[in-house]
């Protein structure tokens, strides 16, 4: 990355965390760019420079927090790849405590950010990620059980939308459960009230 990209990084991040910060205070539809600018300390033509709009800005902090997960997560993407291909058809279970205690600890602690973001899934692009999660994740797995390629997407948007309804339930509670206590309803709507305990 040469000096400009990294100026250029730097500012958008400012500008990333000013809005996630404005979030905790009030609507994203009550904030404007002036407010926006003065918290991440860069003038209006910076934010121009940047973005088209709040929504455009607020698109590119989707992404942003979707990183931060990413590298929050600390996953092994190509020992996962491996898993799909080597380990027995029983051990490619991703509804566990060591995958999703991650996923729920980095919404709680970001919860007024993803609030937002829910409200707002189409436009900022997480089509484009549920496809990413269906390419990589979703259909090698599928394959492995000889599920119908037809049937696929299906499947993985009745899932994708189950965990991501319970969720948004959860965060208009404030996230008042436990981790563990929404841990335990997700599997017990996967796996029934009688095995949900992993």
């Known amino acids: ?13 400012k500008m990333d965390k000013a809005l996630i910060s404005l979030l905790e205070e009030k609507s994203f539809e ?11 300390e860069v003038n209006r033509s910076t934010f121009y420079l940047h973005y088209e709009n709040t929504v455009d800005l607020l698109n590119e902090t989707a992404r942003f927090l979707l990183d931060d997960f990413a590298a929050y997560f600390n996953v092994d ?9 080597e380990n027995s058809l ?12 991650p996923y729920l600890s980095y919404i709680k602690e970001n919860r007024i950010a993803f ?16 496809q990413r999660l269906y390419d990589n994740i979703f259909n090698p797995i599928l394959e492995r059980y000889n599920y ?22 959860w965060l208009k509670d404030g996230c008042e459960k436990t981790i563990e206590e929404v841990s335990q309803i997700i599997y017990g709507c996967i796996f029934g009230r009688e095995n949900n305990s992993i």
């Open 30 to 40: 009550y904030i404007t760019v002036s407010e926006i600018c003065k918290r991440a």
């Open 148 to 169: 119908p390629d037809t049937d696929r997407k299906y499947a993985m948007m009745f899932y994708l939308n189950g965990i991501t309804a319970i969720v948004t339930e």
């Open 115 to 130: 609030s937002t973001v829910l409200l707002h899934l189409v436009s900022f692009g997480f089509n484009e990620i549920f």
């Open 1 to 13: 990355m040469n000096k400009s990209e990294s100026k250029y990084f730097n500012t958008a991040k």
């Open 77 to 85: 993407v190509e020992n996962i790849t491996n898993k799909f291909k």
């Open 90 to 101: 029983d051990e490619l279970n991703f509804i566990s405590d060591e995958y999703l205690h």
